[in-house]
């Protein structure tokens, strides 16, 4: 079992940069590969980065590729998605999971623990 605790989010304007945390407890962090998602309402919970378990591979969704980074400190057991340059259409809910099973995991269903999530609204 692990834990997942997200933190970071909050109401800002168009063009700013935020930073998220997720911070894990329970089992060893370093063994999970890690991914962040989002969801809007109304939509489907959407993909955006996900980073293998020692940090040397990290893949990204063409929407935010370029403008989020995903980032890890396995010795604060804690995950980062740096968000720079953001859009009314980055307002959502922002998920962190971790995942078991593969080296990179870009689908929701390849994770197996989720946080529950952190509200980011940016206004025009």
């Known amino acids: 079992q692990v834990q997942l605790v997200e933190s970071g989010g909050g109401l800002v304007q168009a063009g700013v940069s935020l930073r998220l945390s997720c911070a894990a407890s329970?089992?060893?962090?370093?063994?999970?590969?890690m991914g962040w998602f989002r969801q809007a309402p109304g939509k489907e919970r959407e993909f955006l980065a996900t980073?293998?378990?020692?940090?040397?591979?990290?893949d990204y969704a063409d929407s935010v590729k370029g403008r989020f980074t995903i980032s890890r400190d396995n010795a604060k057991n804690t995950m980062y998605l740096q968000m720079n340059s953001l859009k009314p259409e980055d307002t959502a809910v922002y998920y962190c999971?971790?995942?078991?099973?593969?080296?990179?995991?870009?689908?929701?269903?390849?994770?197996?623990?989720w946080g529950q999530g952190t509200q980011v609204t940016v206004s025009s």
């Open positions: 999971a971790a995942s078991t099973g593969v080296v990179l995991a870009t689908t929701h269903y390849e994770y197996d623990y």
């Open positions: 329970g089992r060893t962090f370093s063994t999970f590969t």
């Open positions: 980073i293998s378990w020692s940090g040397d591979s990290t």
